[in-house]
Nanobody, 126 residues
Framework: QVQLVESGGGSVQAGGSLRLSCAAS????????MGWFRQVPGKERMFVAA????????FYTDSVKGRFSIYRDDAKNTLFLQMNTLKPEDTAVYYC???????????????????WGQGTQVTVSS
């Protein structure tokens, strides 16, 4: 079965950095676009970044542009999210997800993804 396992979360002070990883198994990783979402208690899951299959085009929500970078290693079936200059408002549970879609409008919506990881907590203190 498909498994997406996130790691790399933790606690960091504002201005710090973290790198999240998402190890995928049970699917042909290179055939899927991948995304990162985040969620805080009581709110819906929000798009953070996505990277398309084949072209490798990346997309970001405005609040993380210039600070976060999404990339993938298809040889290792792994997705990454490098997060720099972290802010307290970045605090959330971060989820990786896999999608068959390639266009940005689909990849920016949680409904565009068929597989999800269990999430990893990121806490940024001021």
């Amino acid at each position: 079965q498909v498994q997406l396992v996130e790691s790399g979360g933790g606690s960091v002070q504002a201005g710090g950095s973290l790198r999240l990883s998402c190890a995928a198994s049970g699917l042909t990783f290179s055939s899927y676009s991948m995304g990162w979402f985040r969620q805080v208690p009581g709110k819906e899951r929000m798009f953070v970044a996505a990277i398309s299959r084949s072209s490798g085009s990346s997309f970001y929500t405005d609040s993380v542009k210039g600070r976060f970078s999404i990339y993938r290693d298809d040889a290792k079936n792994t997705l990454f999210l490098q997060m720099n200059t972290l802010k307290p408002e970045d605090t959330a549970v971060y989820y990786c997800a896999a999608s068959i879609h390639t266009i940005s409008t689909r990849l920016a919506s949680a409904r565009g993804y068929g597989y999800w990881g269990q999430g990893t907590q990121v806490t940024v203190s001021s």
